[in-house]
């Protein structure tokens, strides 16, 4: 008798695994019911009630999410490629490299007709056929404007003298890293597609004197500047929010030069077992509807053209003018040489 209520108790659990209501993730549910959703740990609540809840009533379905660091999430990707994950967002740089690693399935256009909407760097990105830009962001520069001597305009103004010892910039492996370095490269007058970034890495030489420290957080670089340790840094614009609480003061500026973009791609798990239901998931992320309530709550730039954002809300986004002098940077060329420029760079941040 007792190991027949054994037996049932252990069939009870099994049932309730692989239920509607839940999803175990190490064991690639057949439930078509059910979409496991790989992505970031910011904003949780926003993302349940204007992204996650939302898919849920409208497809009538369960959404399980897994957060974490992009790193820490494509580190489980590959070491379990059949580990559950559906779907799995991540940035433009490791977005490459998951494409060229064979992890990821190839998305048809005909499959996500919001495709056809994404403006048109996000589009150069999607046609490749694989991850597909929902988030756009790009890097400007903010400064003290009480702080600084005269005003910044230019990236050039970075290495101005008078910034001595009061600069930051973002570290090689963070997001905006390797725009750093395109932006150095661009100051230097030879691009990084030129020369692998050999001119580039001779400019941040030369700008190392203004430079306090390679910051890797947004809440790092807004205690900095509280703090008054330092008065300007190139910040991605998703960072400049948290920097004006710090510091109301605060001015940021996007150089008429031209800026870089980061894309926030979402992918799907070339072994997912539910790609019906990713791919509904996928056009869901790309509709006007989701990407204008995001944009209000999370500070997403949209990557849907057909999204109208108001001044206000258009403020410190990737979008209208600062959208027309965007460049999009090579990750294929940038991976294929970050191991030296990672060396390169920490070398130059720690001398």
Request: aromatic share 8%; with cysteine.
């Amino acid at each position: 008798m007792k190991k027949f209520v054994a037996l049932l108790l252990s069939v009870l659990m099994i049932l309730s695994l692989t239920s509607c209501g839940g999803k175990d993730t190490g064991n690639n549910s057949d439930d078509e019911n059910v979409l496991v959703v790989s992505t970031w740990g910011l904003g949780e609540d926003d993302l349940m009630n204007d992204v996650f809840k939302p898919f849920e009533e409208k497809y009538n379905c369960k959404v399980v999410v897994e957060m974490a660091t992009t790193t820490e999430r494509y580190n489980k990707l590959k070491e379990n490629p059949d580990g559950g994950v559906d779907v799995i967002e991540l940035s433009q740089a490791i977005a490459t490299d998951a494409q060229n690693q064979g992890f990821l399935d190839k998305i048809n256009k005909s499959d996500v007709p919001n495709i056809e909407k994404l403006i048109e760097p996000a589009k150069e990105v999607a046609d490749k056929g694989y991850g597909i830009p929902y988030v756009v962001n790009s890097i400007g520069i903010i400064y003290n404007a009480e702080g600084v001597k005269g005003e910044i305009k230019e990236w050039s103004d970075l290495w101005d003298p008078s910034l001595e010892n009061k600069v930051a910039v973002p570290e090689i492996t963070s997001t905006f890293g390797p725009a750093m370095v395109a932006v150095a490269g661009d100051v230097a007058g030879t691009s990084v597609d030129d020369d692998m970034g050999e001119a580039a890495f001779k400019k941040l030489e030369e700008l190392k004197p203004n430079i306090v420290k390679a910051y890797s957080k947004s809440s790092d670089l807004a205690a900095m500047f509280a703090s008054g340790e330092i008065d300007a840094a190139v910040i991605g614009d998703f960072g400049v929010d948290m920097v004006k609480k710090a510091l109301p003061e605060a001015e940021y500026i996007v150089p008429e030069s031209g800026t870089y973009v980061n894309f926030n791609t979402v992918e799907i798990n070339k072994n997912s077992k539910n790609k019906e239901l990713a791919l509904k998931y996928v056009d869901y992320r790309l509709s006007e509807e989701v990407q204008l309530r995001v944009a209000k709550s999370l500070n997403e730039g949209p990557t849907n053209s057909d999204v109208k954002l108001d001044d206000e809300l258009a403020q410190n986004k990737t979008y209208g003018e600062v959208l027309n002098r965007t460049k999009v940077l090579d990750y294929n060329m940038i991976n294929e040489n970050l191991d030296s420029w990672i060396e390169q760079y920490n070398r130059i941040m720690s001398n």
